[in-house]
């Protein structure tokens, strides 16, 4: 299961480059420029790089075993070396790991800055029983903070508009919607309050929202990550059981089939909506099923 892992994140990678950009975004081997001038990345705890360490919160990561291949050490990763948008930014040909918004300097935002929230949603509650977290909404409201930096130090809003335009956008976020939030009557409400059809139609809806604003603040190049299969993951097997006749939780499974579809859908909108970007759909949970199609 290991090697496939790897194998999977390998490929997903390749594919996000190739689809990414309307003009041909090749896949950087070494040396040479960049294939991008900058990479900014929202997300939860697949892709923080250490906004967690400053928060009051259990999801942290800032300590071992967690680093232990990093060359770092324990960053705020929850991962024993790298993250895979710190692949990714490797691919693209960028000068090091993209900062964190907590320790991004001055000079360091033209190249990129990381603002995901381990243990976050896109609702603004999920996650809260483990403490403080970065809803996505927060996140882009600190992305608009970077917005305000790379117009001052480029000299205008233009400036900087023009500047993103050719930047690299990820967005990975919405299992913690189910998996600390949905998935847990006793501590929220949505559960009693919503369907899991009518969930995902809220998540969506506000997940959109979102992404308008990313686009009104020069994102052009999006790549949206669809949900993989958490229901079977460690935590939520050791929560609930597996499902009879199966080796996962297959009701979170099946409510994130229904969000990845509606999640489709939503990025089909945006390049309607949005001709002079490029928003590419990932679809991790057919790449653990060993179908990405």
């Keep these: 299961m290991g090697c496939n892992h790897h194998n ?26 960049p294939q991008v001038p900058g990479y900014f990345i929202f997300g939860d705890s697949l892709s923080d790089c250490g906004n967690n360490n400053v928060l009051l919160t259990t ?16 960053t705020g990763r929850f991962s024993n070396g790298r993250i895979i948008v710190d692949v990714i930014g490797e691919l693209l040909g960028l000068d090091g790991y993209i900062p964190s918004f907590v320790t ?3 000079k360091d935002v033209l190249r990129g800055v990381n ?9 603004q509650e999920t996650g809260q029983q483990l403490g403080q977290t970065i809803c996505l909404s927060a996140q882009l ?41 949905f ?32 686009y009104r603040y020069g994102a052009r190049k999006v790549a949206i990550f669809g949900l993989g299969p958490i229901g079977c993951s460690p ?15 297959e009701d979170i499974n099946d409510a994130i089939v229904i969000f990845n579809q509606r999640l489709v859908a939503m990025v089909d909108t945006l390049n309607k909506n949005y001709k002079d970007a490029k928003f590419t759909y990932i679809n991790i949970l057919g790449m653990a099923s060993g179908d990405p199609s």
């Design 59 to 74: 999801a942290k990561a800032n300590y071992t075993p967690y680093g232990i291949d990093f060359p770092a050490g324990p």
């Design 104 to 106: 991004a300097k001055a």
């Design 8 to 33: 999977n994140k390998a490929w997903m990678v390749a594919f996000l480059l190739s689809l990414l950009s309307r003009s041909s975004l090749e896949i950087c081997a070494g040396g040479g420029e």
């Design 115 to 123: 603002y995901a929230s381990a243990g976050s949603g896109i609702r």
């Design 141 to 181: 409201k600190n992305y608009q903070i970077t917005f305000s930096q790379i117009s001052h130090i480029l000299g205008d809003d233009a400036a900087a508009q023009n500047h993103l335009n050719k930047c690299m956008f990820t967005v990975g976020i919405g299992s913690n919607d189910f998996i600390n939030n």
């Design 235 to 249: 935590a939520e097997l050791d929560r609930f059981g597996a499902s009879p006749g199966s080796t996962c939780v």
């Design 183 to 214: 998935s847990m009557p006793t501590t929220y409400q949505t559960s009693k309050l919503y369907s899991t059809d009518r969930y995902a139609e809220e998540l969506i809806s506000e997940y959109s929202q979102n992404l308008d604003t990313l």
